[in-house]
C-alpha cells in the first residue's frame, strides 16, 4: 500500500467510519487519496474549502423497495439504488446496475469513479451511479420488463434531462433502457428523450453507443501503444467477459489486425490460440443468452476452463479486463507480468486489485486505467444526449469520429499531467489528478456547496 500523509490518512479513517463494510468504496477512494498529495500541496486552497471531504460525500443517496410479480404469480422484493454523487460539471450521469452483488458499497464505488471518469471526457457531466441486487439471470423478459417498471415507478421522481441522466451498465442493456424508458414516459406524459442513454435509435439513440465503451478502450490502447512507438497491430490479446464490452473492444482490436485469444463469462473462459471467432460469442452471448462455454460446441478446436480468473494465465501481448471489480489481483498480475505483458487496458470499472496496479506500474507495463479507459461509453451517452437536445441524429461515422477524438484528448490529458507531476508514464496517476483538478476547480468556483 502507498503511504499517504496524516491529512488524508485522517480522511480515509473517516470514510471506514462513515461507509462501515463498503470495502470496494474505501478501496476507490484509497486509490484516488494516494495520488493527490501533490495537487494538494501545489493548491492549498483545496484543502481550506474541504475540497477532498467533499468529493468522498455523496450530494445525495436514494434507496428504496422495488416490489414485482415473478411468473409464478408470487410477490418479489428487490433493493433499489440511485447515488447522485457531485454535480459541480454538470447533472448527474452514470448507469444503473442490476446484479446480485449490488449494495451501496458497490453504487457508491462506481458513483465515486464514474465522477472522476466524466470529468475525463470533457462534457459537462456530474457523477451518479444507480442499480438493484435484482438478478437478470434466468429471468423471463416479462419478469425482467415488470421489475424495469416498478424500478422506474419510484426512480421516476428523482431523475431528468437536466438533473440525473441514468444508462445502462452490468446487467441493464438495451432491452431493459427501453422498459424503463417506456414507464418515464407513461408516468411523467414528456417524451423526454434526454432524461436516459443507450436508447433504441429509432427513439432518441446514438449510433455507436452500443460500441462506444469497447470501441473507445481500443483507441486509447492503440494511442499508448504508438506513442510508445508500437501498435495493436499482430498483437495476441486476451479479454475477461463477454458483454457490451469485450465483445465491441474484441471487434475494434480484430479490424486493427490484433487477435484475441481468449473472453470468458462468470462461469469460465474459452481459449482459442487460433482466435476466437468473434461471431459465435456474438450469437451465443448477444442472441441465445447462454453461457460461454458453448463455444467449445462450435469450435471443437478451441478448450474450456471452467474458473474465469485463470485467464490471466494465457500467454498474451495485451490484457484487457472488461468482466467486472477486482477480476485481476496480484497472482494474475504476477502471471502477466511473467509472461511478458506488454500493456493493459481496464475496459471494466476498476478491475485490478490495488496491489495489481502497483505492480504493472513498478514493472513499466503500459496500464490505461478505468477512469480514462472506459470513458468512450459515457462519452458517447455525451453526444446521444447533445443529438436529443438538438433534435438531431448523426451518422456513424460523425458519432465515431468525436468518439475517436474524445479518447485520443484524454490519453493526451493523462499522459501529460503526469509528466508534470514527475510521474512520468503513471497513467493511474495522470488520470486521478487531471479529473481532480476539473472537479475541484469548478467546486471552488462554485463556494461551499
Ligand atoms: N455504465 C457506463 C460506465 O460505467 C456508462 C454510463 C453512462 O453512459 O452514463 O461508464
Known amino acids: 500500500m502507498v503511504k499517504i500523509n496524516n491529512y488524508l490518512e485522517k480522511i480515509m479513517k473517516k470514510t471506514r467510519e462513515r461507509n462501515k463494510g463498503e470495502q470496494e468504496f474505501h478501496q476507490a477512494v484509497r486509490e484516488v487519496l494516494e495520488t493527490l498529495e501533490p495537487v494538494l500541496e501545489k493548491k492549498p486552497e483545496y484543502r481550506k474549502a474541504g475540497i477532498v471531504e467533499r468529493l468522498i460525500e455523496p450530494e445525495r443517496q436514494i434507496v428504496f423497495r422495488v ?30 446496475r442490476f446484479h446480485p452483488s449490488v449494495y451501496s458499497g458497490i453504487i457508491k464505488f462506481l458513483g465515486f469513479e464514474q465522477t472522476f471518469k466524466n470529468a475525463l471526457t470533457g462534457r459537462p457531466l456530474g457523477g451518479g451511479k444507480g442499480g438493484s441486487d435484482f438478478n437478470p439471470k434466468g429471468k423471463s423478459r416479462e419478469e425482467v420488463m415488470r421489475f424495469c417498471q416498478s424500478f422506474m415507478t419510484e426512480l421516476y421522481r428523482h431523475i431528468g434531462e437536466k438533473t440525473d441522466i441514468p444508462a445502462g451498465d452490468i446487467g441493464v442493456g438495451g432491452r431493459e433502457i427501453g422498459f424503463l424508458f417506456g ?9 423526454e428523450a434526454g432524461v436516459l442513454t443507450g436508447k433504441g435509435i429509432d427513439w432518441g439513440g446514438s449510433l455507436v453507443r452500443t460500441e462506444a465503451t469497447g470501441y473507445g478502450l481500443i483507441y486509447i490502447v492503440e494511442e499508448m501503444l504508438q506513442d510508445n512507438d508500437n501498435s495493436l497491430s499482430g498483437k495476441e490479446i486476451v479479454i475477461s467477459g463477454s458483454g457490451n464490452v469485450a465483445i465491441y473492444a474484441a471487434e475494434k482490436a480484430l479490424e486493427l489486425g490484433a487477435r484475441v485469444t481468449a473472453m470468458s463469462d462468470s462461469d469460465g473462459f474459452v481459449h482459442d490460440p487460433e482466435g476466437i471467432n468473434l461471431a459465435a460469442i456474438k450469437e451465443i452471448k448477444e442472441e441465445k443468452r447462454n453461457r460461454i462455454s458453448e463455444y467449445t460446441d462450435m469450435h471443437p478446436r478451441a478448450s474450456y476452463h471452467p474458473e474465469s480468473s485463470e485467464i490471466w494465465t494465457i500467454d498474451c501481448d495485451i490484457a484487457l479486463p472488461c468482466a467486472t471489480q477486482n477480476e485481476l ?29 502497483e505492480l504493472f506500474v513498478n514493472h513499466d507495463i503500459h496500464f490505461a486505467p478505468a477512469k480514462a479507459a472506459n470513458a468512450g461509453g459515457v462519452a458517447t451517452s455525451a453526444l446521444e444526449m447533445t443529438q436529443n437536445g438538438m433534435w438531431d441524429s448523426w451518422s456513424f461515422e460523425r458519432v465515431d469520429e468525436k ?3 474524445i479518447m485520443k484528448d484524454i490519453y493526451k490529458l493523462i499522459s501529460a499531467t503526469a509528466r508534470k507531476y514527475n510521474m512520468e508514464g503513471n497513467l493511474p496517476a495522470g488520470a486521478n489528478i487531471a479529473s481532480f483538478e476539473k472537479v475541484a476547480d469548478a467546486m471552488l468556483d462554485q463556494g461551499v456547496v
Not at 183 to 191: L, S, V
Not at 336 to 348: H, K, R, T
Request: charged share 25%; proline share 6%.
Open 329 to 357: 489481483d496480484e497472482k494474475s498480475a504476477q502471471s502477466l507480468v511473467e509472461n511478458g505483458v506488454l500493456a493493459i487496458g481496464e475496459g471494466a470499472n476498476m478491475p485490478s486489485t490495488p496491489e495489481a496496479i
Open 403 to 405: 468518439l475517436q477524438r
Open 183 to 191: 414507464q418515464y414516459k407513461r408516468i411523467t406524459n414528456r417524451f
Open 67 to 96: 416490489p414485482w410479480m415473478d411468473d409464478q404469480g408470487q410477490t418479489r422484493i428487490n433493493r433499489g439504488f440511485r447515488v447522485e454523487f457531485n454535480s459541480a460539471l454538470g447533472p448527474y450521469k452514470g448507469g444503473l
